[in-house]
């Protein structure tokens, strides 16, 4: 099998899909597994059956910091049904991994880091039985002092590691910037700790074989997860198998393995036969990931004519001692506004808490809140219309890296939002508009999330039936990736959708870059379009035509007065492999998607009450491989947006770091009485420095901005600002007008 390889060293000016006469690409087609979803017949990690299948449970540690002197499990193991209650205080992790590292996990629990950690797994023969006796069996420790309380150590916050932005990036003096300016800003946010709160919890089934270990787990990054899980296990690579065919949602916290996979591992092992454990939704909250709570300030210095000068941006989060990731809230603050004077800072605080790391679109999520906010008050103090301020601050260059972007359309996305919203005719007096017992209210936030292309690699062919076949271990986590590589190719090879399968989640398969980042399709979009070329090449000398005298539409190449079936051209069938791997163009263009939202909210004058009422946003994310997902990926961005203005907030108690609100009645999501009709708008765009589809992320791009134009909204209605995140009721009752 021939590889067809592409480092992105130069741009890619022209992209095969624009020869394309399948007429696939772009269109807003429906999911290709959603048949199987909607009719169950969609398989997730916890519905796989085997015979001999046992049940496991995790024990988990009901204190918060001390070392485990022992656990006394013979209660446990009396119980009618339980095989074994497994214990390896060495082996088992004490949290879950950032996707993309092959290193493995924190390993040990000995020394318990938090409230709720796993320390055991009971076996039993049914999930019941399983469950029953893990409250048998104790867990002795000796305390150890812990730290709980986050605004009582910010003293204590020092500088991380090198992260995915590096933590300290000055330039200029933004101290002097801010005593030379004419309008300044200077405050503080806080946002609270949040929860991916995906639908489908995280599961793992172990089977041993003479070949290794198979897992059939819900994880993001296949590829990866194999490294970490191996080498968590003391196992070779090629002993490990991961199986993710369909995951009911990630948003990263199924980026990394989790405990319950290596536990579930270890245990099946020990056993000889299948284990199977599902977390709990209070498992999942307590012991896979959670988005860090920051402490944001905020500074903008500008001129009289509303031209920043300088831009100030200080992070501080918290992570488990020892744990070096750090919340990047100044990801875009690099790049979305001029200002020559410029200092970004992340600072960490190590505390007994649910162990921080990625949940979609880290950084700009919590960091666009901040600096969309600051951004509307400043245009408030300048007294300019919050677009018209932003359109003047976009730069033509990368303020910090003085480099061209690849493209950018922010100040189309401004305008063109700005014209479908009807924002000439918003309420223009904070408090001004009333209707009855209703104070309406009108924001706006600009969005722009990284775009990053990532290792990928896959198989196509093309069978004696004229079928093609993708392979590669690529996820689908609700993205809708079946179908947007079944169209690439399809495009590609003149195929209509029902003659491609996509076999995805595998890691018997071609390694793929996972669902994370907003990588995916652009990445595994573009192994798939490599191996698509080469497979295009080798038709094409079937023919005996040159490549681009070639057509092929509808299962037949067409060259010159000859129509021949793809079938016929290919004998026993013909395969490629195609593999992308990020070059030179990501370190001379910044790459990013960019957009607009507008929204429109009423506030309650008596009780205070938020209703989202309206809704657009304009996006501009390089070409749109279907216009359908996009929009959907793009809607529930905007919902975590609104979610982390108004309800989302992961309460810790202060005596011991538990999170006590861990589930969904009582973490707070929004629901689709709380969504109003959003519409979704996304301009024409090719971007030929990201990759060979010309697209680029859209998967995260929704949430960044969103909660700041809601709580900027808010501030509309009733001049009352909200910097400590979600703007609940008793945050508004205070500054609500008398009836």
């Not at 290792?455 to 689908?476: F, K, N, Q, Y």
């Amino acid at each position: 099998m021939k590889t067809n390889s592409l480092r992105m060293d130069k741009a890619v000016d022209h992209s095969l899909l624009d020869d394309g006469v399948q007429g696939v690409i772009g269109k807003g087609l429906a999911r290709v597994d959603g048949p199987l979803k909607v009719a169950g017949q969609a398989t997730y990690a916890a519905e796989y059956d085997f015979p001999d299948l046992a049940y496991g449970f995790l024990v988990r540690a009901t204190f918060a910091a001390g070392r485990i002197t022992s656990i006394d499990a013979e209660g446990a193991k009396a119980l009618p049904g339980v095989i074994d209650v497994v214990v390896d205080l060495k082996t088992f992790i004490r949290n879950a991994q950032q996707g993309g590292e092959t290193s493995a996990p924190t390993q040990g629990v000995e020394h318990v880091a938090y409230f709720g950690e796993p320390v055991a797994i009971v076996v039993a023969e049914s999930y019941e039985i399983a469950r029953d006796a893990a409250q048998l069996v104790v867990v002795r420790h000796t305390p150890e002092d812990g730290v709980f309380t986050f605004d009582d150590h910010l003293g204590t916050a020092a500088k991380p590691a090198q992260g995915t932005i590096p933590p300290y990036q000055k330039q200029g003096d933004i101290d002097a910037a801010m005593a030379d300016a004419a309008f300044t800003i200077d405050d503080v946010w806080t946002t609270p700790s949040q929860n991916s709160a995906a639908m489908e919890p995280h599961a793992s089934i172990a089977v041993w074989d003479e070949d290794g270990l198979t897992l059939y787990g819900a994880y993001q990054m296949p590829s990866s997860d194999k490294q970490q899980l191996a080498k968590a296990l003391g196992e070779r690579a090629s002993k490990v198998r991961i199986v993710a065919r369909y995951i009911g949602g990630g948003f990263g916290s199924k980026l990394g393995i989790a405990p319950e996979s290596v536990a579930t591992a270890i245990a099946a092992r020990k056993l000889k036969r299948p284990v199977k454990t599902v977390m709990t939704r209070q498992q999942v909250f307590d012991a896979t990931v959670r988005r860090s709570n920051t402490r944001q300030r905020f500074r903008l210095a500008a001129d009289a004519e509303g031209q920043l000068t300088g831009i100030g941006h200080d992070t501080i989060c918290s992570n488990l001692p020892g744990e070096q990731y750090f919340e990047p809230a100044g990801a875009a603050t690099q790049f979305l506004y001029a200002g020559a004077n410029r200092s970004i800072t992340h600072d960490l605080v190590e505390l007994n808490r649910t162990l921080s790391g990625s949940m979609r679109a880290p950084g700009e999520a919590v960091g666009l809140l901040v600096q969309e906010n600051a951004m509307d008050e400043l245009a408030e103090a300048i007294g300019i219309d919050p677009v018209e301020l932003r359109k003047r601050n976009d730069p033509a260059r990368d303020p910090q890296k003085d480099i061209p972007y690849s493209t950018r359309q922010l100040t189309r996305c401004l305008d063109e939002g700005a014209k479908a919203f009807g924002w000439a005719s918003r309420n223009m007096v904070p408090g001004g508009r009333r209707e009855g017992d209703w104070l309406i209210g009108h924001g706006m936030a600009a969005t722009s999330r990284t775009n990053m292309l990532q290792p990928s690699e896959a198989a196509v062919s093309i069978g004696a039936d004229g079928r093609a076949l993708v392979e590669t271990d690529m996820t689908d986590i609700g993205t809708g990736t079946y179908t947007i590589l079944a169209q690439i190719a399809g495009e590609l090879l003149g195929l209509p959708l029902d003659r491609v399968e996509v076999r995805l989640g595998d890691t018997n398969s071609p390694p793929g870059a996972g669902s994370g980042g907003s990588w995916g399709a652009g990445s595994s979009g573009s192994s798939v379009y490599l191996a698509c070329e080469e497979l295009r090449g080798q038709l094409a000398r079937a023919m005996d035509v040159a490549a681009d005298e070639l057509t092929l539409k509808d299962g037949y190449a067409i060259a010159g007065n000859r129509r021949v079936a793809l079938g016929d051209l290919v004998g026993d069938g013909i395969a490629a492999h195609g593999a992308i791997q990020p070059g030179k163009q990501e370190k001379l263009t910044t790459q990013a998607s960019y957009g607009a939202h507008f929204c429109e909210v009423k506030v309650h004058v008596v009780t205070g009450e938020v209703r989202v009422t309206r809704w657009h946003a304009t996006f501009a994310a390089g070409r749109i491989l279907n216009a359908q997902t996009a929009r959907s990926q793009c809607i529930g961005g905007i919902v975590f947006g609104i979610g982390a203005a108004l309800t989302e907030d992961a309460v810790h108690d202060d005596r011991d770091g538990r999170i006590v609100n861990h589930d969904l009645a009582e973490y707070h999501v929004p629901v689709h009485a709380d969504i109003p009709p959003i519409d979704i708008v996304f301009l024409d765009e090719r971007d030929p420095h990201a990759n060979p589809t010309h697209a680029k992320g859209i998967g995260e791009l929704g949430i960044g901005g969103a909660g700041a134009a809601v709580t900027n909204a808010i501030y509309n209605a009733t001049g009352i600002r909200v910097r400590d995140y979600p703007a609940t009721l008793d945050k508004l009752l205070e500054g609500l007008p008398a009836i």
